[in-house]
């Protein structure tokens, strides 16, 4: 008996030995066969030919520069692109349009240039990643929650830099200007939220804003002109509408030896006196790694907090300078062109 027991002992004991290498060898297999398919996604990734809409409201050189900038981040970071390129030329109406054709064509990201576009794209997904730069004021807009926490689907870059008015507006009031004359399109959001800032720290400063609205480029040169006898120096903000008119103001402001301060350093190339800004190149660069980001390692817009430009400097243009009978002061610490 005791024999027959001895013997059932042993047997049920090589039982449990087979049983528990089968299992330890089922989990290695998992456990490989896991491992294989991640290392099989990352390969898949990095070999994958990613689709990308961009989208902008008017084609000026600030935005090119900053669409530049994106595709050079993207190139950098080693992503193979096919680029959706669309313009809206500045008709506020082909954005939807426009957003809407890219989600149909299942764009993996959509680069959102300037702030009427970006609403547009936002309006169209709520799952498509859309980065955006050229964008003012992103919560205003109601692109994002917060500038630390964007929330939803879209994140990006801010083409204002905290001290850009103040300074600019200081430096007006350096000039000698009391009256200032600002051009905008009250259809773009990015600059009713200006032109609002603005006046209240030119109250602040003693200086009287004289503002006047358009609805397209065609009408800048006019509204310029409406302004003259009644203005001192010209502030053009980041407004598409104006500056892709931009030389109609440089030409109303030289003829009558104005001084015209615009709110992007390639304006200031283009005629403007002086400016507090930034390389659109820059802020367009940035947007492009958050997108990178994005793409390669699964991040999501939601928890990538939009970005203020890095870097502010006064730029000054000295053929127009010398125009105005302008001395370039030591003091003021521009870069002069």
């Known amino acids: 008996m005791k024999r027959n027991l001895l013997k059932l002992s042993f047997v049920l004991f090589g039982l449990l030995f087979v049983l528990a290498a089968c299992g330890t060898e089922e989990k290695d297999s998992s456990t490989n066969d896991t491992a294989n398919s991640g290392a099989g996604e990352t390969a898949q990734t ?29 190139k950098d970071a080693g992503i193979d692109a096919e680029y959706v390129d669309k313009s809206a030329n500045n008709d506020n109406s082909n954005n ?23 609403q547009a794209a936002k309006s169209a997904t709520a799952d498509i990643p859309i980065i955006f730069t050229s964008v003012t004021d992103a919560v205003g807009a109601e692109l994002i929650d917060t500038m630390a926490a964007p929330g939803a689907n879209v994140t990006g870059t801010i083409d204002l830099h905290p001290d850009t ?38 109250a602040k400063e003693g200086v009287t804003i004289l503002d006047t609205a358009v609805s397209a480029s065609s009408e800048v040169r006019q509204a310029a002109e409406s302004l003259i006898g009644k203005v001192d120096a010209f502030y053009v903000v980041t407004d598409n509408t104006v500056v ?13 030896t104005l001084p015209l301060i615009v709110g992007e350093l390639d304006s200031v190339a283009r005629g403007g006196l002086a400016a507090y800004g930034f390389d659109y190149y820059d802020i367009g660069y940035e947007a492009g790694q958050m997108a990178a980001q994005i793409l390669l390692e699964g991040k999501s817009p939601a928890e990538m907090p939009a ?23 030591p003091e003021w610490g521009a870069e002069v062109q």
Do not use: R, W
Request: aromatic share 4%; hydrophobic share 45%.
């Open 244 to 256: 892709s008119a931009l030389e109609s103001v440089v030409d109303v402001a030289n003829t009558n």
């Open 307 to 329: 970005a203020y430009p890095a870097n502010l400097k006064l730029v000054i243009n000295k053929a127009v300078a010398d125009s105005l009978g302008l001395e370039v002061k």
């Open 165 to 202: 008015m103040p300074k600019s507006v200081a430096f007006l009031k350096e000039l000698g200007a009391k009256n200032v004359g600002m051009i905008y399109n009250a259809g773009e959001q990015n600059s009713v939220t200006q032109i609002a800032a603005v006046k209240e720290i030119a």
């Open 96 to 118: 939807m349009t426009i957003a809407q054709q890219l989600v149909s064509e299942n764009v993996d990201l959509i680069f959102a240039n300037s702030t009427p576009s970006a």
């Open 46 to 74: 990095e070999d994958k030919t990613f689709k990308i809409g961009t989208t902008q409201i008017v084609e000026h050189p600030s935005l090119d520069a900053a669409k530049d900038g994106f595709k050079q981040a993207i």
